[in-house]
């Protein structure tokens, strides 16, 4: 029986989306995003499609919807230019190749046993329904682009991790997948992880820049690295995933024998320290990635109560160990600066918290981007932000100055008012700046008032007159200026450009050289044993066969260059070759300059034959640099081609080729459409468009992305001048005879001239400055 009603349900199943398949067919018609009718020719075709494609491309066209519409015009083009699949459109309403009703079923069929391999699967897949709308209203909420994901996501990353599904049409696993993919991101979004999706079907730029080459694929981003999600799709699994994302160091772990270590640290690490008292064993991943976003404000630690010597802590600061209790502590480390306390704490009332205590009392200032968080620049009257600096020497332990300065500044705590300390033999030019120029300041602490008033350190400021000692008198003196101050802006009334402040904390050269090193040798670790192989296989093949091609090189030049010497130098006659290389050295190096040497360019012509292997099909990361020539400059051109790109022939990511104008010139044209600089729209009454010379123009396809780069050779001296003569002459010649040979040719050495500054542009090219221009795909060579 329950055979029965699963072949039942497969019946129904097949049936239904074989009705979806036909309703979508029917809501994209090509002659309707081209804007032809059913009989237009080919060439109202190609001249609908070159109009729409230069007015929708998304690199002209600004519209957030450019990229969609250019997509489903690409589509259009390739269905109605091709006339085997024009026809079946036609007839059948599909582009695809003409099939019975059986043949489709049992694809279909194979297809739906057969889905299942990349996840864990049960036969509870069955009572998903098949309804796009209600995946799409699910998926809606958080479908990224490629621009919104390089310029916010990526930066983003930084602060909160990332997780990403890729998804697709007709796409049967990510049906399945779809009730514990939605139940993970109200958890996850919750406690503040990023979410993201991407259609591979219309972003595919973006999901082939995240390496996901198949549907559905879970990734994470965090710091802008990707990882991928390997495993099965559950909610423990992608809840351990997203927590094995964050860095391991990220809260420390405080028990009674280390908490004074840990709060004694606020002065080394210039950050104040956060306990989170809880009853779990483990770490909450709310607590870590809250630690995650405030890693460069705030060091945090956790206590797991239940842990024997735990009583002393919860008892010396009075925590209630049945509820969630977070502690700030600041410059005082036997009491806390701030605490809250509740049961299920939330993300929102974290962020807060920290966010009211993310400085110390008296910050020291140890770097520039610091400095200008804590005291930013005036907005206007009513946003006036002041900043009271000592400045002071560095010390071990607390000096009674400091002390009585964070005394102060705890007892006037203001909106508008920031206190902040510098040391200043580490910052000694910021604080030459804004001590006078007498001997009363030196070796001792002082006070200034200051606003910054734009972002170049223009500051204004006023230096109290006497050292700062941390008495009595001292205190009623500064808090008198600040009184001052509010009734009377123009107290500050000196001037002065400030230096950038030296980061302080930033690690040496080599500890920095020695963290990326570890970095990229890490990611490339978890591409070689994560990846899949296949993708792999490009790579690996590439690099055995340079070892290869190598090898077989070093040897062969080595029995050649031992041929050679034998030949000739043979053992009766060395010293007398030895006395004729000193006689005559002019006479050998002319025998060895007829000897071919290693230095040739292999520069195949790129024709219908080769048209698909050396671009088409090129394999990822392969250029292929093409000579615009005609049979008139070939030898000319081929010659100085190859004297300026040998330098370039050791990368085997190069490949060199030349065109022949006079054969393919509508193809040049078409491609130099996408670069309109170069190629201006055709004038149906200018009859010199047809002439126009492209000889000396290079371009550097690549296949695999479907873009290229154009160099424009500049004319030279000679060439205008040689120009302008045959001008002269052919405007004298009877018109039926301009159109035969001019009878001034531009010689060899202008022509020449055309590629004089190639090496530059390939210099450029491999820098990867150049400006690309991309297609929708490559057209084919008649």
């Not at 690996?540 to 050679?564: E, R, W």
Request: aromatic content about 12%; glycine content about 4%; overall charge neutral.
């Amino acid at each position: 029986m329950e055979v029965k009603k699963l072949s039942i349900s497969w019946q129904f199943l097949l049936v239904l989306v074989l009705i979806l398949h036909i309703l979508s067919a029917l809501d994209f018609d090509p002659y309707r995003v081209l804007g032809v009718s059913r009989t237009a020719s080919q060439a109202d075709i190609k001249k609908a499609y070159k109009k729409l494609a230069r007015e929708w491309h998304p690199d002209k066209n600004k519209d957030p919807g450019a990229e969609d519409k250019f997509i489903q015009i690409s589509k259009a083009y390739e269905i109605l230019s091709n006339e085997e699949k024009r026809s079946n459109y036609d007839h059948y309403g599909d582009a695809g190749e003409k099939q019975g009703y059986q043949k489709q079923q049992q694809q279909r069929e194979y297809r739906f046993r057969h889905f299942h391999e990349n996840f864990y699967f049960d036969e509870s897949f069955f009572h998903f329904p098949f309804n796009s709308e209600r995946r799409d209203s699910i998926d809606e909420k958080y479908l990224l682009h490629f621009s919104h994901y390089v310029n916010e996501v990526v930066p983003d990353s930084f602060k909160k991790p990332y997780l990403i599904k890729i998804t697709s049409d007709w796409c049967f696993s990510c049906i399945h997948i779809e009730p514990v993919w939605k139940e993970v991101v109200q958890e996850l979004e919750g406690l503040g992880v990023g979410i993201g999706v991407v259609h591979a079907g219309y972003e595919r730029r973006l999901a082939h820049h995240l390496g996901a080459h198949s549907t559905p694929s879970i990734l994470g981003i965090i710091n802008g690295k990707i990882s991928f999600f390997h495993n099965a799709v559950v909610r423990e699994n992608l809840r351990q995933f997203v927590e094995s994302l964050l860095p391991g160091n990220l809260v420390e772990k405080v028990t009674n024998k280390n908490y004074v270590r840990f709060l004694s640290g606020w002065q080394q690490e210039n950050k104040p320290h956060v306990l989170l008292f809880d009853q779990m064993p483990v770490v909450p991943l709310l607590y870590k990635l809250t630690a995650f976003a405030y890693k460069d404000y705030v060091s945090f630690g956790y206590v797991y109560v239940g842990l024997r010597g735990a009583e002393e802590m919860t008892r010396q600061y009075n925590v209630n160990v049945y509820a969630p209790t977070i502690l700030v502590f600041k410059e005082h480390t036997n009491k806390p600066a701030d605490a809250i306390q509740a049961r299920g704490l939330k993300k929102q009332v974290i962020d807060d918290f920290i966010t009211q205590n993310k400085y110390l009392l008296a910050t020291r200032l140890t770097s520039q981007k610091l400095f200008q968080e804590l005291c930013p620049v005036k907005r206007s009257h009513r946003q006036r932000k002041y900043c009271v600096v000592l400045l002071t020497a560095e010390a071990t332990k607390l000096s009674r100055p400091f002390e009585a300065f964070l005394s102060f500044a705890l007892a006037n705590t203001q909106d508008t008012v920031r206190f902040v300390h510098v040391y200043s033999n580490r910052q000694q030019e910021f604080a030459d700046t804004l001590l006078p120029d007498s001997d009363t300041f030196k070796g001792k602490s002082a006070v200034a008032i200051l606003e910054r008033r734009n972002t170049a350190g223009r500051v204004v400021y006023k230096t109290l007159e006497d050292p700062w000692t941390g008495s009595e008198s001292d205190k009623f003196i500064l808090l008198g200026y600040l009184d001052q101050l509010r009734k009377d802006p123009a107290l500050l009334s000196s001037e002065a450009v400030l230096p950038d402040l030296t980061d302080e904390l930033a690690p040496i050269f080599l500890l920095r050289w020695l963290y990326s090193a570890f970095d990229y040798i890490s990611d490339c670790w978890d591409s070689i044993f994560h990846n899949n192989w296949r993708e792999m296989m490009p790579l690996l093949s590439l690099v055995f066969s340079a070892l290869f091609i190598l090898f077989g090189t070093v040897i062969v030049q080595a029995f050649s260059d031992s041929n050679d010497e034998r030949e000739s130098n043979p053992p009766d006659k060395e010293e007398a070759h030895e006395k004729a290389g000193k006689t005559e050295p002019s006479f050998s190096k002319e025998n060895s300059s007829k000897i071919p040497k290693k230095g040739f360019v292999e520069v195949t012509e790129l024709t219908d034959v080769t048209y698909t292997s050396n671009l088409v099909r090129l394999r990822p990361g392969h250029m292929n640099v093409v000579l615009i020539l005609s049979n008139s400059t070939k030898t000319s051109l081929l010659q100085k081609f190859a004297l300026e790109v040998y330098t370039f022939t050791g990368s085997s990511c190069l490949h060199f080729s030349f065109l022949s104008l006079d054969k393919h010139r509508e193809w040049l044209e078409y491609l130099l459409e996408f670069a309109q600089d170069a190629a201006p729209i055709p004038n149906q009454y200018d009859k010199h468009f047809m002439e126009r010379d492209y000889t000396g123009y290079v371009l550097a396809l690549n296949g695999h992305k479907k873009y290229f780069c154009l160099f424009k050779p500049q004319k030279t001296v000679e060439e205008e001048e040689a120009m302008g003569s045959c001008s002269d002459l052919d405007s004298s010649l009877h018109p039926g005879e301009s159109r035969g040979k001019s009878p001034c040719g531009l010689g060899s050495r202008p022509i020449k001239g055309k590629l004089s500054k190639l090496s530059l542009w390939m210099e450029r090219l491999l820098e990867g400055s150049l400006q690309r221009f991309y297609i929708p795909s490559w057209p084919e060579l008649d």
